[in-house]
């Protein structure tokens, strides 16, 4: 007999995380706290040029050091293995990647001998004594420079170009004819910077000689793209090798590229005779070797306004720098495209889009992962606009956002922006800041000689991709749409059970999808089990599962929800044949022997034990019609996407559109430049949101991010390719002591594209760059200054305002007035 | 991270005396600051150890050297390769002779390029520090040059101070 009803929506509960248990009392699971026996370590030893030729490399010395279990070059690697896959066609496809230098070293910290030892330290010490020569060559460390092809860094390809292609729409000459204004701005640049996880990357690996398969246990966060490399590379069947995951602390995308190392330890281990092989990467290691993000130039950008500051159209050149091997590139090349006007309405646009290889470390999907250096572009466009024609930040965006009433809106390369309302975020973030009252402080301020400046960011967080978008660039590539696996099942004795192919890094997913099950079972989420952490054998991944893109309340959720789904039907079934009744008589609920399902008419109930008992173990019951039934149900979700028009570039690239809209008010303290953020608000859109608190942590993770790539964290490489800032110290990490107090605000427009409304988030989409650029363009456009780089701190702030080196309006920005 | 240097100097010794000495290995690298040993190869080649230090980070650098050009009594120039904890170092040095009344003018050119994480551990320290170790490098060899007993090999200067 039941006797409770656990009725209740839990999707949209602020409910505690489920990990947080485990995670705060230091007993998650992380792969480096895994110990396998007879494991050895492995150490690299890595290039300290940007760009040499490997003249001799001897591991005698190393090789025979007591405790030293061998080693491993790029020509061993060679030898047995083909290069890693290409994505990009042409000259890129041309390029021989492999996962330790082969003949040639192309950025400082490439790996060029693995070391594997009895202990870390052993590992260390015997890399020390590896004696590799070297006969230096021309490095190049501007992407710009890299296209002449002076240094060419890849011989087989015969070229730096990673890629190039021009996304035209509307029409732009017509655009510019009619123009009332065309401001020209000469060059901007986005500063290249990574993410700082908690964790750094660990591999473990086993190539076990007993059935010749490979086990990893690892924190890569796309294991589903990795297999594939590394499957080709190794030449191993992809259902030979396992990957599983546990609690990984921290991705932000940069963790997707570690398959080279997953390479280097499989086969170190084969050469060890399949002794486990972990190698656990160094803070120095990860600063100059993981992956870092794109770097982008901005090249002679043309933007046409209408007599009222309107947008009508763009023209502008992009040149991106991948570093030394593509790797995840050339993605990026289209990736920017599924925000191609941002927020704003224009039409008529020509981007010229070229990447080039340069001598420093390769680039990852980083957070915001190309996409905010092209909305970090559009706002700067925007705020220069605005300021030339002298248009307030706010008013000259309320006369450029899409509206709301246009959505679903189709961008001019066929992208639909599921829904928004920029207008409404705008309004939210300026009562929250009081920008009334901060105006007159700012005009107070002003007059007693002071810089401040106030700064509006608008951006997107596209999320869960079409991957039809790399036949764009690869028209060859055999990739589209996206996917995602889970499994929901009733295991012996009734326990709800959730698996699903993501890789959460602190994003809460057990608790996420808890609350849908629960939802769907109209039981209490602490009920459910949701085991977390990808698991090749758990088979509830397809080629797309990872942790990534902005995309699990989407995909992620959406598989979980079908599964759930299948369960529920499968369980009414199963209700209504032991409860004799029909299937629409049966409802969910909890009575007192836990979770049941019961017979509306009838109150008689059986519980959850009591389904899984008859499925699993006590079978002879059941008629022979519901045989089929096996209360353990696998579902796929797919992104209903359609292969984009390779040609014309045009297609629905991603599913969903988060917005975000911060507010900075920014001090440059006039004698130190030190940029001081004075206040703060960001207010966020994901749709439908399923846990609060969970968005606004993710909130603050990437306001924090942000604010740190926009004022401390930069990869600076001298003229040779040296990275100036390897360790903490130099690179300055943002901490919690550097954050300003975030006043945080959300509004909801619940997306069409998704079961529940909700968008993917958690990118941020860099939101803080564009408001902290904003804002200090703001407090220096008077001085003649013009914020066209990304990173801002108080050396470059110094050299604009005083040595006058860089930034100077007149040198960078031309208006045409044709009214 | 590269570090360039140039100057000259003048000794009251003949161009082919300079040029003699400038081009004896056992002499010449004797005058690098911190030497702490010397093999020669061949006429050209030979390798140099050095001890290398900047704060926590010390050890020995061994610098293959190659007398790349010699054009007797006008102009020598070395270039050098080495490795060091945390970095390697590629060099390239020359001296031209110039005749002048009662002895010689040189005029010494040169860059280090530096390379590896200890330009990152002590950027800011390198420059100043290897301008400090070329100084101490030509008034080493200004002295040996301007003593009566330049024939014979010159005493290596004292160990520099390492920051």
């Known amino acids: 007999m039941s006797t409770k009803n656990d009725a209740k929506n839990w999707v949209g509960q602020a409910l505690p995380r489920k990990e947080e248990n485990r995670l705060l009392r230091g007993r998650g699971k992380f792969a480096d706290d895994i110990k ?423 951006t997107l967080d596209s999320g869960t991709n079409n991957f039809g978008q790399s036949q764009i660039v690869n028209p060859g590539a055999p990739f589209s749409g996206n996917s995602q696996g889970a499994n929901c099942k009733l295991d012996i004795y009734g326990e709800v059970v959730v698996s699903v192919g993501s890789c959460p890094q602190g994003q809460g997913h057990e608790t996420t999808a808890a609350q849908v099950v629960a939802d769907v079972l109209n039981i209490h989420p602490d009920r459910i089990t949701v085991r977390t952490g990808f698991d090749t054998e758990r088979n509830v991944h397809t080629g797309f599962s990872g942790t990534y893109a902005s995309q699990f309340a989407v995909s992620g959720l959406s598989a979980v929800h079908g599964a759930a789904q299948k369960l529920r039907t499968e369980m009414m079934r199963l209700g209504a044949f032991l409860l004799e009744t029909n299937e629409d008589d049966i409802e969910f609920g909890t009575g007192e022997q836990g979770p049941e399902v019961r017979s509306k008419s009838t109150k008689k109930s059986v519980n959850y034990w009591g389904l899984a008992n008859i499925v699993n173990v006590n079978s002879a019951v059941l008629p022979s019609e519901l045989y089929e039934v096996t209360l353990n149900c696998r579902y796929i979700w797919r992104a209903p996407f359609k292969v984009p028009d390779k040609q014309k570039k045009y297609g629905s690239l991603t599913l969903t559109y988060a917005s975000q809209l911060h507010i900075a008010v920014v001090e440059i303290e006039r004698d130190t430049f030190i940029p001081r953020i004075l206040d703060y608000v960001a207010v966020d859109d994901c749709g439908t949101v399923i846990n609060p608190p969970i968005v606004e942590g993710q909130v603050y993770g990437a306001t924090a991010h942000g604010i740190g790539a926009a004022l401390m964290e930069n990869c600076v490489y001298d003229a040779v390719g040296n990275m100036l800032t390897s360790t903490f110290s130099d690179y300055t990490p943002i901490t919690a002591m550097n954050m300003p107090k975030v006043k945080y605000d959300h509004i909801e427009t619940p997306s069409p594209h998704s079961y529940s409304g909700a968008k993917g988030m958690g990118e941020g989409g860099a939101a803080p760059i564009h408001t902290i650029s904003a804002a200090l363009q703001d407090a220096l456009f008077a001085s003649g200054i013009m914020i066209d780089d990304s990173f801002n701190n108080a050396d470059s702030l110094f050299r604009a305002m005083v040595a006058k080196e860089i930034s100077q309006i007149k040198n960078l920005v031309r208006v045409e007035k044709r009214v | 991270m590269a570090i360039k240097f140039a100057g000259d100097f003048e000794v009251k010794r003949s161009p082919e005396e300079v040029y003699d000495f400038l081009s004896d290995p056992a002499r010449f690298a004797a005058l690098l600051p911190d030497f702490q040993g010397l093999s020669i190869q061949d006429s050209t080649h030979f390798t140099v150890k050095v001890n290398v230090g900047i704060s926590y980070i010390k050890g020995t650098a061994e610098v293959k050297m190659e007398l790349a050009q010699a054009e007797r009594p006008k102009r020598a120039q070395y270039k050098g390769q080495g490795s060091m904890a945390g970095g390697n170092v590629t060099l390239m040095a020359g001296f031209d002779l110039e005749p002048i009344d009662g002895g010689t003018k040189v005029a010494w050119q040169g860059e280090a390029q530096i390379f590896g994480r200890l330009t990152s551990m002590a950027g800011g320290l390198l420059e100043p520090l290897g301008k400090k170790q070329i100084q101490k490098l030509i008034d080493g060899l200004q002295a040996a040059l301007g003593r009566q007993d330049a024939g014979a090999t010159p005493v290596p200067p004292e160990p520099m101070e390492t920051a």
């Open chain 1, 36 to 458: 396998l026996r007879e494991m050895l370590y492995l150490r690299f030893v890595r290039s300290p040029y940007a760009h040499a030729r490997i003249v001799s490399v001897d591991v005698s010395a190393a090789a025979t050091l007591p405790g030293v279990f061998g080693t491993l070059t790029g020509a061993e690697i060679a030898a047995q293995t083909q290069p890693f896959i290409e994505i990009g066609p042409d000259a890129c496809g041309r390029i021989k990647d492999y996962p330790l230098a082969v003949s040639k070293v192309r950025y400082q910290g490439e790996p060029v001998v693995a070391v594997v030892a009895e202990s870390p330290s052993l590992a260390d010490d015997a890399a020390e004594l590896v004696q590799i020569e070297y006969e230096a060559l021309d490095p190049v460390v501007d992407a710009e420079a890299a296209l002449t092809d002076k240094s060419i860094l890849h011989d087989e390809a015969g070229t730096n170009q990673v890629w190039n292609g021009v996304f035209e729409y509307g029409d732009v000459d017509k655009a510019f004819r009619e123009a009332a204004y065309i401001v020209n701005i000469d060059r901007m640049h986005f500063h290249r910077f990574s993410s700082t996880p908690l964790e750094n990357n660990v591999v473990i690996a086993q190539w076990n000689p007993k059935d010749d398969r490979i086990y990893y246990e690892c924190n890569n966060s796309f294991p589903s793209f990795a297999i594939q490399f590394l499957s080709a590379h190794l030449g191993v069947n992809i259902d030979r090798i396992r990957v599983e995951t546990s609690d990984i602390g921290g991705s932000f995308g940069i963790k997707i590229t570690s398959y080279p190392q997953m390479a280097v330890c499989a086969l170190a281990s084969k050469k060890a005779g399949g002794r486990p092989v972990k190698w656990v990467e160094t803070r120095t290691e990860h600063i100059t070797s993981s992956a870092h993000g794109n770097e982008r130039t901005f090249r002679d950008t043309r933007v046409a306004l209408d007599k009222n500051g309107v947008i009508t159209g763009l023209a502008s050149r992009h040149i991106d720098d991948c570093g030394a091997y593509p790797r995840y590139e050339p993605l990026g090349c289209v990736i920017w495209s599924q925000v191609f006007p941002g927020v704003y309405r224009f039409k008529n646009a020509r981007i010229d889009f070229t990447q080039a290889v340069t001598n420093k470390c390769p680039v990852g999907p980083n957070r915001g992962y190309s996409r905010m250096q092209h909305l970090w572009f559009l706002e700067r466009v925007i705020d220069i606009c605005g300021h030339e024609l002298g248009i307030p930040s706010d008013e000259i965006r309320l006369r450029n956002y899409i509206r709301p009433e246009e959505f679903p809106y189709t961008t001019p390369n066929g992208c639909v922006y599921d829904s928004g309302n920029y207008q409404k975020m705008l309004q939210v973030a300026k009562e929250r800041l009081g920008w009334e009252e901060w105006k007159k402080k700012q005009a107070a301020a002003r007059k007693g000689g002071r810089l401040v400046g106030i700064g509006i960011g608008t």
